[in-house]
């Protein structure tokens, strides 16, 4: 019943989504959206780099310097949303 979608009616679902959200807000919305999916895909990396690397054995000593806060960008150059990240702290210890 709802099995194969064909060209007929992958137009019309881009017709409507034009009528509903209007063809002025659909660059903006898609915008938005690369904009999203490179955050995330940093971020993803991120933890994943993170992973990676092992976690100090021991708690630092009162004397050594906390880590350097590290900032992600969402897309080269992109400096309008890039923010400082602070790394997590194991508070349970």
């Known amino acids: 019943m709802f099995g194969r979608l064909g060209a007929p009616e992958i137009i019309l679902i881009l017709?409507?989504?034009?009528l509903l959200f209007g063809a002025k807000?659909?660059?903006?919305?898609?915008?938005?959206?690369?904009k999203s999916a490179r955050i995330l895909k940093s971020e993803a990396k991120?933890?994943?780099?993170?992973g990676?690397?092992?976690a100090p054995a021991d708690p630092p000593q009162p004397g050594e310097q906390p880590p350097v806060q590290?900032?992600?960008q969402s897309a080269p150059g992109d400096v309008s949303s890039s923010r400082p990240v602070t790394e997590p702290t194991d508070s349970t210890r």
């Open 15 to 18: 017709v409507v989504i034009v």
């Open 25 to 34: 807000k659909l660059p903006d919305m898609a915008r938005s959206l690369g």
């Open 46 to 50: 991120a933890m994943k780099s993170e």
């Open 52 to 54: 990676q690397q092992t």
């Open 70 to 72: 590290r900032t992600i």
